[in-house]
């Protein structure tokens, strides 16, 4: 069993930035297909970044691409989401999410979320 624990979140101005962490108990997540997922009140979680195990390939959400960066540094076992430009937009708590393949398909493992506030 894995446990994702997620940190980094917290209140931000527009224009600022966060860097979310997310570090699993229990296992090593360094064959693990990554990612961050998100969720805002009233809405559906929705896609934000995803990394394959070894931090050659990445993927994002349109509306992060330029602004969100996701890393690896699986020495550590965590896996990184620096957000810069943040929007009152991305305010949403964040989740970090594991699987064996591809997080896009299905996920395995959730973190607990982490909560983002961009205030205007």
């Known amino acids: 069993q894995v446990q994702l624990v997620e940190s980094g979140g917290g209140l931000v101005q527009a224009g600022g930035s966060l860097r979310l962490s997310c570090a699993p108990s229990?296992?090593?997540?360094?064959?693990?297909?990554m990612g961050w997922f998100r969720q805002a009140p009233g809405k559906e979680r929705e896609f934000v970044a995803a990394?394959?195990?070894?931090?050659?390939?990445?993927e994002y959400a349109d509306s992060v691409k330029g602004r969100f960066t996701i890393s690896r540094d699986n020495a550590k076992n965590t896996v990184y989401l620096q957000m810069n430009s943040l929007k009152p937009e991305d305010t949403a708590v964040y989740y970090c999410?594991?699987?064996?393949?591809?997080?896009?398909?299905?996920?395995?493992?959730w973190g607990q979320g982490t909560q983002v506030t961009v205030s205007s």
């Open positions: 999410a594991a699987h064996r393949l591809s997080v896009r398909a299905n996920v395995d493992y």
């Open positions: 229990g296992r090593t997540v360094s064959v693990y297909h």
């Open positions: 990394i394959n195990w070894n931090g050659a390939s990445t």
